[in-house]
C-alpha cells in the first residue's frame, strides 16, 4: 500500500491549499480516509476524515468552515482543500487510511497506512 500526498507549500495567511493523497496498492472504497497534521514539537492531530462513500465528514474544530474533505473512489484520491489558512495551521500533513467496519475514529489508533507527509507553511 501506498500513500503519496502532495500539494503542500508556503501560504501567506488567509491563502488557499489544496492538498492531494492518491492511494494504491488497496482497495479504496474498503477505506474512511482522514488528514492528520503533526506541527514541530507537538503530537500529530486529527484534521479532517471521509467516509468510505464520500457521505460523511468529519473535522476539528480548529479546522471546521475553513477546512473540506473529499474523495475520489474512481482515482482513488482524497482531497484537503483548505481556506482561510491561519499561521497555527503550520505542519506537516499526513493522509491516513482506516477500515469501514472500524467506524469513525479522531485519534491516530486504527489507521493503519500512512502517507509521507507534506509540508504546509502559513506566514503571518
Known amino acids: 500500500v501506498q500513500l503519496q500526498a502532495s500539494g503542500g507549500g508556503l501560504v501567506q495567511a488567509g491563502g488557499s491549499l489544496r492538498l492531494s493523497c492518491a492511494a494504491s496498492?488497496?482497495?479504496?472504497?474498503?477505506?474512511?480516509m482522514a488528514w492528520f497534521r503533526q506541527a514541530p514539537g507537538k503530537e500529530r492531530e486529527f484534521a479532517g476524515s471521509i467516509t468510505w462513500n464520500g457521505v460523511n465528514t468529519y473535522y476539528a474544530d480548529s479546522v471546521k468552515g475553513r477546512f473540506t474533505i473529499s474523495r475520489d473512489n474512481t482515482k482513488n484520491m482524497v482531497f484537503l482543500q483548505m481556506n482561510s489558512l491561519k499561521p497555527e495551521d503550520t505542519a506537516v500533513y499526513y493522509c491516513a487510511t482506516r477500515p469501514r467496519w472500524r467506524g469513525v475514529g479522531f485519534q491516530t489508533s486504527g489507521y493503519g497506512h500512512w502517507g509521507r507527509g507534506t509540508q504546509v507553511t502559513v506566514s503571518s
Open positions: 496498492g488497496l482497495t479504496f472504497s474498503n477505506y474512511d
